[in-house]
């Protein structure tokens, strides 16, 4: 527990409740119940109006009250919302401007574990610790501004932004300025009802003491009229408790049909292993679990009356406790009639007996005869689960004991396996549904009183910083430009199917999501990439509405898919914002690592964005096909980049600043407001040297250059950031990387350029080394002026002979033909040489899909781009379409550039 939770704890038992006053939204009531009643009452009257409301969750209004404590928090639309915000920005402190505010990307080094008690309390699917989110809140925001997390999940976000008050909290983080430590007000939402309640719960202030005190209590009450269903002897002849039981299937022998039990044939607990191959016990016949058959029996339902067919699950171990000792023992007669006796038993308290939902995940169970809630646990513990429920729901901490209540019944049900090898009591497989044919039961009492020492530690609130809904992000009524900075986790493809995972955990809080609009990747209900790509554009733009100009979203992102990574970025982008930074985690070293390229996504991503200032859209407007539209958004995205990355010595390259991507990013952002394309590649090289100062490669303002050159010349070492080569584009910059190093020969080159384009995609037809060479860079054969670049790298490796660097001839004496990287007004003119070049090959491809209607097969993917880009420039949009038809689908998908130019020309078509 924190100083300030003791604190908190001390003052509250030291006061009575009922005398308190309250004052919420400018009322004051006489204590927090009548607080409580009154806005209660008050979302009663609101209920019919707000389901109107996309995502409105699916349960009977007197469950979704109950759930609910407003306003701080609804288990459906919060309509009190707007009304924290306008509060908010009214405390909002006077010495800071609006107009003062300005951020560079967050680029940081972040690795924060998941040891946290708040991180371990509850078994949600997915969290961001919230320590790694504190270090963005801090980066992005002041004390007191308005933090918005559409994607809520649990509320990490919302807990963050308290915690940023925490000056423990803070300088553990290495935070000490008093300017930066301070609570920040947060808004969360999540289409969940079971996610909203834990983030409430998370950020909601309790009497962490008497919460221990009843929780103990009303487990141990239970526990004393139940404590027999979970004894068993230690030597026939004391008793002991049961920690956990283990159930096995049973299958049948293909050869002699008789019976066999998985523990006992193919599981050597002792040694932890599970053999792949096994032999039958009654004929000795060499099986493997694949393919086998189960045994079947029925069963009499125990919600129904009606007999059901289920797979046979059998205990085959007891794992308990005697005399503080652990021991393992086979069930013996004891044991088998006590099951006998509690299935004969009838169950007084409610419990769900829902049928699983309709999805890809939620009816896997469905084949062994597990079709409902109540059969995904065994008798013994649905029971004990149906009591304790009962009781935490009439305590006066009945909303921090339900969240004690959920976060275990995933691990007490039919989904916690046994794993042999591993001694943790809880092995629920992540994510999923799954039901192994091994089945660890475990004991509820021992497994809610371990977890109430953990949850008086991850309450951390002192006081309410976050405002609650159950909603969709889609539908959001949050104000215009009321948002100071947004940090979000949103559902990534088809990677987690949330509301049907969500589902056991709903059931028993009678609250349950609406996912008719669920933004996931789902075959059962038929919502594919196009349909998940056009809802996170949805909500990207509710995003884009609500933030302030000129402020930051971060998204993190998780999702092996470069298809769906690409419908991500597009979504932003096509929203608005202006991606500023793509940085991977890496997990072995901890940190945060520049992507170069948006097919590279086997690691977790964090994405910067901001959107662009009042300011930058006026000018782009007023000079509208005009070459000064490209400038006036480059230079504000200059300003938005950080000057100086480096470490132990180091500089390292800030992709972002590298003319090429300036100028990718300043072509999305005009393709994606429907503007002309203002400026060609070769132009744009041209001109971003004349009017922009440029160090090592990288393009910067001319106030930011100073600040660079004095860290520059602190460091020794310069790095490029590493490549995946994967495509043209990435190829010629693994070849600019290695010339920038020094100036080398084809020959020097050809070994490790064979060895990089081992990965080259089938469908790329990458040019020859010579042509990439010939087309990007130049080659010094000993005549005329040195280049500079060869000049210097004479003179640091050739420093005992005097004037080399002038003796043409015996530069060539020692094998200076070599092919470097051409200063910027050079590298113009090769790109316009390149790009003409591409355009003849990319019409090439017009003229063979005129002709036949078949894919094509194989192709220069940089002659798609820069025909693509030349059509949307000239209007030219079926061009776009015609050709874009006949890639490959996952062509279109996974690579960015394509899939901005081919949607929204279908979108110029009205396709």
């Avoid at 976050?466 to 959001?476: F, K, M, P, Q, R």
């Avoid at 971003?688 to 860290?711: C, H, S, W």
Wanted: aromatic share 10%; charged share 25%.
């Amino acid at each position: 527990m924190t100083d300030k939770n003791k604190q908190l704890t001390m003052i509250n038992e030291n006061k009575d409740e009922d005398e308190q006053p309250v004052t919420v939204l400018g009322m004051t009531f006489k204590n927090d119940q009548e607080r409580r009643e009154y806005f209660t009452e008050e979302l009663r009257k609101k209920l019919p109006e707000l389901k109107e409301i996309e995502g409105f969750p699916m349960g009977e209004d007197e469950d979704i009250l109950a759930l609910s404590d407003p306003p701080y928090y609804t288990a459906c639309p919060n309509p009190w919302i707007s009304d924290f915000i306008e509060q908010w920005e009214d405390e909002k402190s006077n010495t800071v401007r609006e107009e003062s505010y300005h951020r560079e990307t967050f680029v940081a080094d972040v690795s924060e574990g998941k040891s946290d008690s708040v991180y371990k309390a509850h078994s949600y699917h997915t969290k961001v610790p919230h320590k790694a989110i504190m270090r963005y809140l801090f980066h992005y925001t002041r004390p007191g501004e308005i933090v918005y997390d559409g994607f809520a999940g649990t509320g990490m976000t919302g807990v963050a932004g308290a915690m940023c008050g925490d000056r423990n909290s803070s300088e553990d983080l290495g935070y000490i300025d008093n300017n930066e430590i301070g609570g920040r007000k947060v808004v969360l939402g999540d289409l969940s009802p079971i996610a909203s309640y834990i983030a409430y719960n998370y950020n909601t202030p309790i009497e962490t003491a008497s919460f221990e005190e009843e929780a103990y209590n009303i487990i141990s009450e239970v526990e004393n009229e139940f404590t027999w269903m979970y004894e068993t002897y230690h030597n026939n002849n004391e008793k002991a408790k049961i920690n956990y039981t283990v159930w096995s299937d049973v299958f049948i022998c293909p050869n002699c049909t008789s019976e066999i039990v998985f523990f006992e044939a193919a599981v050597d607990y002792k040694n932890g292993k599970v053999y792949k191959e096994f032999c039958c016990h009654s004929c000795q016949a060499k099986l493997k679990k694949k393919g086998l058959e189960r045994s079947w029996e029925t069963k009499v339902d125990i919600n129904t009356n009606k007999t059901i067919e289920q797979i046979k699950q059998v205990p085959v171990l007891i794992n308990y406790t005697y005399n503080k000792k652990k021991h393992n023992k086979k069930p013996d007669k004891f044991d088998l009639n006590n099951l006998m006796k509690i299935d004969k038993m009838n169950i007084y308290y409610w419990y769900p007996n829902d049928r699983m939902p309709l999805g890809d995940e939620s009816r896997r169970n469905d084949r062994t005869g597990h079709t409902h809630v109540h059969h995904l646990y065994t008798k013994r513990n649905l029971m004990i689960l149906s009591m304790l429920r009962e009781k935490f729901l009439n305590s006066k901490h009945r909303n921090a004991l339900m969240l004690l209540f959920t976060s275990h019944l995933i691990n007490l049900s039919k989904l916690n396996r046994y794993r042999p090898s591993v001694s943790f009591p809880y092995n629920p497989l992540s994510g999923t549904l799954y039901m192994g044919s091994q089945i660890s039961e475990a004991n509820p009492f021992i497994a809610y009183k371990n977890k109430v020492k953990r949850f008086v530690s991850a309450f951390y609130m002192n006081e309410v910083n976050a405002v609650i809904e159950t909603s969709s992000l889609t539908d959001t009524n949050i104000k215009d430009n009321s948002i100071d900075y947004i940090f979000t986790d949103p559902p990534f493809g088809a990677n987690i199917m949330y509301s049907e995972l969500s589902f056991m955990w709903e059931s028993w809080i009678k609250v349950i999501t609406n996912n008719q609009n669920e933004a996931v990747i789902n075959k059962t209900h038929n919502r594919l990439l196009p349909d998940y790509q056009e809802l996170m554009q949805d909500c990207f733009e509710q995003y884009y509405r609500v933030l302030k100009p000129g402020r930051w979203i971060t998204v993190e992102f998780s999702n092996s898919k470069a298809s769906v990574w690409n419908a991500i970025q597009e979504s932003l982008q096509r929203a608005g914002f202006v991606i500023a930074n793509v940085s991977a985690l890496d997990k072995k070293m901890g940190s945060f690592k520049a992507v170069t390229t948006t097919i590279a996504v086997k690691q977790d991503l964090v994405i910067s964005a901001y959107k662009p200032s009042k300011k930058m859209i006026q000018e782009i407007e007023s000079n509208d096909r005009s070459s000064e539209t490209a400038w006036a958004f480059i230079k504000q995205h200059l300003e938005n980049l950080p000057v100086f990355m480096g470490d132990k010595g180091e500089a390292h390259q800030i992709v972002e600043r590298t003319p090429r991507v300036l100028f990718d990013r300043m072509v999305a952002y005009h393709v994606q407001n429907g503007l002309v394309v203002p400026i060609s590649s070769g132009d744009f090289q041209a001109e971003v040297t004349q009017r922009f100062p440029i160090r090592d490669g990288m393009v910067f303002l001319e106030n930011q250059v100073a600040e660079y050159d004095k860290k520059r010349i602190l460091v020794k070492d310069f790095t490029q950031t590493t490549l995946f080569v994967s495509d043209e584009n990435s190829a010629i910059e693994w070849i600019r990387q290695q010339l920038m190093k020094k100036p080398q020969t084809r020959q020097d080159l050809h070994p490790n350029f064979m060895k990089e384009i081992q990965h080259i995609h089938k469908h790329e037809l990458l040019p020859e080394l010579d042509q990439l060479l010939e087309q990007n860079f130049l080659e010094y054969v000993g005549d005329g002026p040195v280049p500079d670049q060869i000049a210097s790298y004479l003179k640091k490796n050739y420093k005992s002979v005097r004037g080399l660097e002038n003796d043409h001839s015996d530069m060539k004496n020692l094998g200076m033909n070599r092919w470097y990287v051409p200063n910027p007004n050079k590298q113009a003119d090769l790109e316009k040489l390149r790009e003409r070049s591409l355009l003849r090959e990319f019409e090439s491809y017009v003229e063979e899909v005129s002709k036949s209607r078949k894919k094509l097969k194989q192709f220069r993917t940089e002659a798609i781009r820069a025909g693509f880009k030349k059509a949307w420039s000239d209007k030219e949009y079926q061009k776009i379409v015609d050709v874009g038809e006949r890639l490959p689908e996952k062509v279109i998908q996974e690579d960015d550039k394509l899939l901005m130019y081919f949607d929204n020309a279908q979108i110029r078509l009205g396709m």
